[in-house]
């Protein structure tokens, strides 16, 4: 046990040992749960529990329920630690399975032989049988009696109780027919029969199905730790040392002892110990390992770099903006592993199912040997029946049958550079049919840049229609320049955070005209511009509709510049209450953003592009990537508006988006898909993050979901398929228990090997 007093406010994840079922792993969440103010959900697959624990309760008490639950619990440190225990347990398994093969196979032929060759019986054979089969249900089967004992003492039963009573009652039953000379028909693999004396062949029994059983509960916990190393393969990315700069000198450290802020090198071949920002060098990083991003990525000074990527080429100074457990390596990891600890509803359902489903059995292996009795049937048929019974309903199969397709499927995921937070994720994908696209920052890069910039000269009045306005755009109209234009735009956006400040920021410096002047009384107007006092003088930078409201006149001319202006988004500029000019800017599309689209419609879905821009640049950017519905001038405030809007028109809503205006409609969706290189809101609001800079990771995602999801049903269909199907046969005498013990086996083992074909997803090639 694990003392530890601290109360904790975050969840803490406990290891789990002794579990051998699902129905064990329901027992010690309902022991976690009853404690006052506790939430718990254990994974069988996994052997961990997660649980939320209230201020007043400690670790302690959390480890102290476990215990009294019949199982061993300790707090979760390293993964480490979980594989040199796993690896110990298989061990084990290992060394009784060798013993039980090792003595079942000679006591198998020499009892069959001897029993179904008489002459061949010598003075003790009976009493060498027993001596072999001994070692078998004493050493090999003790994982088995020593759960069934602990159930016991505590009430309540699972599939190693079913187990332990059909060895033992095969075992004594052998015993019995040797001790009482008894006769009667033999038992081989449901064939022939035997003389008198031969019922020692129930020795064969015993220790068949024990070895068959340690063989799948062997080969399954191997099956399992490869499903497990799965959600530790992010972590072991991580470098251990760090060539840190101190005093200008570089000193190779334990990653640990590295600080935010501390400089460190990183040389060609080496893997980045940090997050960080990039000083000097120029390089090309893979990135695969972390974000499935095939391609390097060409960075230099200035560029935000992740830890745990592979520096190809240059050597790099990086300044640390992230270590230990604030790296998005370390973040992702610990998204992964939580989302396997949350239960899909249809896994609840089957806990359920799991924790009345051994207590039945028993009932039901009782009533069919009083069936057989009752019917006239001879003892030992209705004895072989009912052990039967008892060894093919074994619920294995169900217990794994969805955490370990979770398991694998998540951590494929991250693989491929997509974090899925758990089971409801998967769950919405599959009832998803409309995919709503945030256009800046997801299917463009959201970098913009000045395309075209517009003087207007003063208005005049038309002759033709007295009072009527017009603009003309010009060069220098009324003592204004495009450069003028610039300065006074970019000195309002130089405090703005919107995507379009840095373009107009930019295309001032390119002109080379000096400093920008100091902006006085900044307002940013979300969703429509921002405005400032420059050099004493209003400057207002926005949509037409910002400059209408606040009184400044828009004529017709300005509305026809901004559509032609289209696909670049145009935005006006006023001074001192005057339109003075415009300048249009805009976001290149991500280069895979088409095809990505296209494989989306390949799976069924519609697409919508959401965005703030004026409907013929949204249309224009629809047209270019192949999105055929567009909502354009949405602002920030009514994106969650739309999203229900379409929920309301009874669709299933997948929304994308990366900014913090997002956060708000990715709740709000059915399932929320952010960009991880976005806003924290974001990503935080989300069911699902795509870490790759590639927009093929969202139908990656959805069919990955689908994929999993498939594997799930089909590992649930065998599973209780398997059990309808097997326990009126074992109950009607059909079944021998060494065939129920290795079939039992068997569909634990095909249930996780089914899980882990998920290993080997690949992601359509794209167009």
């Not at 007043?56 to 440190?77: E, L, S």
């Not at 019922?199 to 191997?222: I, K, N, P, Q, W």
């Not at 003088?537 to 006149?553: H, K, S």
């Not at 129920?740 to 080997?760: D, P, Q």
């Amino acid at each position: 046990m694990t003392a530890v007093s601290a109360e904790c406010a975050e969840p803490v994840e406990l290891t789990v040992s002794g579990m051998t079922c699902a129905a064990c792993a329901s027992r010690v969440e309902r022991a976690l749960n009853a404690l006052d103010g506790v939430r718990a959900s254990v994974n069988y697959a996994t052997e961990r529990a997660l649980v939320h624990l209230p201020p007043g309760t400690g670790v302690r008490d959390a480890v102290a329920a476990v215990d009294r639950a019949g199982y061993r619990a300790r707090v979760r440190h390293r993964a480490e630690d979980d594989r040199a225990q796993h690896a110990a347990a298989v061990t084990d398994l290992r060394r009784r399975l060798v013993v039980a093969a090792v003595l079942a196979v000679p006591l198998g032929n020499l009892s069959i032989t001897l029993a179904l060759v008489p002459g061949l019986r010598f003075p003790g054979w009976e009493a060498l049988c027993v001596l072999l089969a001994v070692p078998v249900v004493a050493y090999s089967a003790w994982p088995f009696h020593r759960a069934a004992l602990r159930n016991l003492r505590h009430g309540s039963s699972s599939m190693d109780t079913l187990v332990s009573l059909g060895v033992l009652a095969s075992f004594g039953w052998a015993l019995w027919s040797l001790a009482t000379g008894s006769g009667g028909p033999g038992y081989w693999l449901g064939f022939g029969a035997t003389a008198a004396g031969a019922d020692a062949v129930y020795l064969d029994v015993a220790a068949g199905v024990t070895t068959f059983l340690l063989a799948g509960r062997y080969f399954e916990s191997r099956s399992r730790r490869g499903a497990v190393d799965l959600l530790t393969a992010l972590a072991r990315l991580a470098a251990k040392d760090a060539r840190v700069v101190r005093d200008g000198v570089e000193h190779l450290v334990p990653v640990a002892e590295l600080r935010v802020g501390e400089l460190f090198v990183v040389r060609p071949g080496e893997a980045l110990p940090a997050d960080g920002e990039i000083v000097t060098g120029c390089s090309a990083l893979d990135t695969a390992a972390v974000t499935g991003e095939s391609v390097p990525v060409e960075v230099g000074p200035g560029d935000r770099v992740i830890g745990a990527t592979v520096n190809r080429t240059g050597r790099l100074v990086v300044r640390a903006t992230g270590v230990g457990a604030n790296t998005q390596l370390a973040q992702m990891s610990a998204l992964v592993e939580q989302a396997t600890q949350r239960k899909a509803e249809v896994q609840r359902l089957v806990d359920r199912v799991c924790a009345v489903f051994v207590p039945a059995v028993l009932v039901l292996a009782g009533a069919t040997l009083a069936g057989w009795l009752a019917l006239g049937h001879p003892l030992r048929a209705g004895f072989t029946a009912a052990v039967a019974v008892l060894i093919i309903a074994c619920p294995c199969a169900l217990g794994l049958a969805t955490p370990t397709a979770l398991v694998v499927g998540v951590a494929r995921a991250a693989r491929l550079g997509v974090l899925i937070k758990g089971p409801h994720a998967l769950d919405a994908s599959r009832a998803v049919d409309t995919v709503v696209l945030d256009k800046t920052g997801t299917v463009t890069t959201g970098r913009m840049s000045v395309t075209r910039t517009a003087v207007f000269a003063e208005p005049a009045e038309s002759p033709e229609v007295p009072g009527a306005c017009e603009l003309s755009e010009v060069s220098g109209a009324a003592g204004v320049s495009d450069v003028d234009v610039l300065r006074w735009a970019a000195a309002v956006e130089a405090a703005s955070e919107h995507p379009v400040a840095p373009a107009v920021v930019a295309a001032h410096a390119a002109t080379g005209t000096g400093a920008l002047p100091t902006v006085d009384s900044f307002e940013a107007l979300v969703g429509a511009g921002a405005r400032g006092r420059v050099d004493g003088v209003d400057v207002v930078v926005g949509t037409a509709e910002l400059l209408t409201g606040l009184g400044v006149p828009v004529p017709p001319a300005a509305h026809r510049w901004l559509r032609e202006s289209a696909p670049a988004t145009g935005v006006l500029v006023a001074r001192d209450g005057r339109l003075v000019g415009g300048i249009a800017v805009r976001d290149t599309v991500k280069p895979t953003a088409a095809a990505a689209i296209a494989r989306l419609h390949r799976l069924g879905l519609r697409t919508v592009l959401l965005t703030g821009d004026n409907a013929a640049s949204a249309r224009a950017v629809a047209e270019e990537i192949g999105v055929t519905d567009v909502l354009a001038e949405v602002r920030p405030t009514e994106k969650v508006a739309a999203v229900a809007e379409l929920r309301a028109r009874g669709h299933r809503v997948a929304m994308v988006g990366d900014g913090v205006n997002d956060g708000p409609a990715l709740a709000a969706a059915d399932l929320g898909i952010a960009v991880a290189r976005g806003s924290d809101v974001a990503v935080h609001a989300a069911d699902v993050v795509l870490v790759r800079d590639d927009l093929h990771a969202l139908p990656d995602a959805i069919a990955l979901a689908n994929r999993t999801l498939g594997i799930i049903r089909g590992n649930l269909a065998w599973a209780f398929g398997y059990n309808a199907a097997a326990i009126p046969l074992a109950a009607l005498g059909l079944l021998n228990p060494l065939i129920a013990g290795a079939a039992m086996s068997l569909s634990s083992v095909l249930v996780v090997s089914n899980s882990l074909r998920l290993r080997n997803f690949r992601p359509t090639t794209p167009d």
